[in-house]
């Protein structure tokens, strides 16, 4: 598993900036604040993410994902819980995959591997196997709201609605 202060932390503020989305680094000791999981697992509330050097860049990509992913009129609200569709959790994953080859010393061979070991489930047994043989609709969703390109390329544009 990688954290947050195992990598440069200026490249992943970075990709962050892109979309709005503020850093708010704590000490390991301390709570993170709007962590639906608990520590050490990144917190988000509105545009600001809560996190720890221990933790994962998965877990920091996901709670960013799920801001970038969810309507426009969610992401001014008080929601722990992103509380978004089926739809909208997936394409949280596969952007958090696509994003994490934005940060130096990350890849997306690395993030595959920390989402399998962190427990997240795909009906084909692993998120490589979900990512390049089942995520058809999800790609397409992900192009649809203009938040990739057909390239899988990124806009750098939130959800609108």
Request: glycine share 4%; charged share 25%; with cysteine.
């Amino acid at each position: 598993m990688v954290y947050y202060e195992n990598l440069d932390s200026e490249s992943i503020k970075d990709l962050l900036n892109h979309y709005g989305i503020k850093v708010c680094r704590f000490d390991n000791h301390i709570d993170i604040p709007h962590s639906f999981w608990g520590n050490p697992e990144a917190g988000r509330l509105r545009e600001q993410l809560y996190i720890r050097g221990d933790t994962p860049i998965h877990s920091i990509l996901h709670e960013a994902c799920h801001y970038i992913c969810m309507p426009a009129e969610q992401r001014s609200e008080d929601l722990i819980d992103a509380q978004g569709s089926v739809e909208e959790e997936n394409a949280t994953c596969y952007l958090q995959i696509l994003l994490a080859e934005h940060i130096t010393g990350y890849s997306r061979a690395q993030i595959l591997q920390d989402m399998d070991d962190w427990g997240y489930s795909f009906r084909l047994g692993s998120a490589s196997a979900w990512f390049t043989q089942d995520a058809q609709e999800t790609k397409a969703w992900l192009i649809n709201k203009q938040i990739i390109n057909q390239h899988q390329i990124p806009t750098w544009k939130l959800r609108d609605s």
